[in-house]
């Protein structure tokens, strides 16, 4: 069973598995409600190009809605982690939850033996167990986003664009004549998609604006909400230039949750903005048994990161201290912190606090 998300990736991962000699099934799945913001109400265009994409393979597409799973495993979380100051990722957590569970389910109930996606990544098995692997492609491995499967839903799951590079997936697209071989890839918040974010979020929690600070405590301008900024953002803070003051551009360096403050600080790499150190809560292991620390290994705390060379000091009640060798600008609660070693993601957990 495929999922069939009307994109070029999920389709080529159909196309492949067809001409693999699979019986292949797809499933549309729809995960949002639609509401009355026109502009970006993509579900039914989706279902068409799925539908398109289908009938060109000959094969069986299926429909589900998943839209109250989403808002109760996923989205949830979410507004409950920027109503807190943190900053969450809702596609790692829409891969387990959805994906890779309610998805999975699904298409066990229907017959199927395994499900396959268009995700870049790669999987083996030997006597340890599963383990994931990056993609081929640098520049589209999503491997990031998919360190809290486990051995089960390894074991059930496939992806065929794992050896491909983007380039490759297109041509094979318009090889096979699919109606998707030259649609735009899909960016945004995971199956809610391109939105203002700021306004968006706005409709879930409420606007609570409040003073914009230097670390000295000066006042430079008024923030909208804590919940619209990021760490280390630059644009739409409103904070110009300051009588006596340089002339570097401003950055979010904290969020002050108890005075309602957002810090700010002049500079792309002022040392408010960097750590060398960061604390993750409970590790996720892939393999399920956590490795000997320390352990030298690989991290990411974001998606396309190049990878940096860290230490995972011993464990906590709390979860586990990670040090870089070079410190890591922005780093911000609620993101998560992803290990490698090698080319195998490993798992990891999210920040809880970063350290200078």
């Known amino acids: 069973m495929v999922g069939l998300s009307g994109g070029v990736d999920s389709s080529v991962a159909a196309a492949l598995l067809v001409e693999q000699g699979f019986e292949v099934e797809a499933l549309f799945m729809k995960n949002w409600e639609e509401d009355d913001d026109g502009d970006y109400c993509s579900a039914a265009a989706d279902l068409a190009d799925a539908r398109a994409v289908a009938e060109r393979l000959g094969v069986r597409l299926h429909t589900v809605n998943f839209a109250h799973e989403y808002w109760e495993r996923v989205f949830s979380h979410f507004l409950s982690e920027y109503r807190a100051g943190r900053t969450p990722n809702p596609d790692v957590l829409c891969n387990r939850e959805i994906k890779f569970r309610a998805f999975l389910d699904h ?21 340890e167990g599963w383990h994931l692997r990056l993609g081929a492609d640098p520049d589209k491995d999503q491997t990031y986003f998919l360190y809290l499967l486990d051995q089960d839903q390894l074991s059930h799951s496939l992806f065929p664009l794992g050896g491909l590079r983007k380039a490759q997936v297109r041509e094979l697209a318009r090889r096979l004549g699919l109606a998707t071989a030259a649609k735009r890839d899909s960016t945004g918040i995971c199956f809610i998609g391109e ?13 609570e604006p409040g003073p914009i600070e230097t670390p000295e405590g000066r006042i430079v301008g008024e923030h909208r909400g804590l919940p619209y900024y990021t ?22 360096a904290r969020k002050d949750q108890a005075r309602n403050a957002l810090i700010v600080v002049q500079g ?3 040392p408010l903005l960097l750590a060398a150190e960061a604390h993750i809560g409970e590790v996720h292991w892939i393999a399920r048994h956590p490795p ?23 464990y906590d009640p709390a979860g586990c201290r990670v040090r870089f060798e ?31």
Not at 195 to 207: C, E, I, K, T, V
Request: proline residues 8%; contains cysteine.
């Open 292 to 314: 000997p620390l320390p352990l030298a290994c690989m991290a990411r705390v974001r998606h396309r990161q190049p990878l940096q060379p860290c230490l995972l000091l011993g």
């Open 231 to 252: 760490i280390g953002q630059r644009h739409g803070l409103g904070v110009g230039g300051l009588r006596a003051g340089a002339e570097a551009p401003w950055f979010v």
């Open 107 to 127: 298409a066990l109930a229907l017959g199927a033996s395994v499900i396959a996606t268009g995700h870049y990544a790669r999987s083996d098995c030997d006597a």
């Open 326 to 356: 070079a410190p890591q600008r922005a780093l911000a609660p609620g993101q998560s912190l992803v290990l490698y070693r090698d080319n195998e993601c490993l798992g990891g957990g999210v920040i809880e606090d970063a350290g200078t």
């Open 268 to 270: 792309p790499n002022h």
């Open 195 to 207: 939105r203002r974010f700021r306004d968006f979020l706005a409709r879930y929690l409420p606007r």
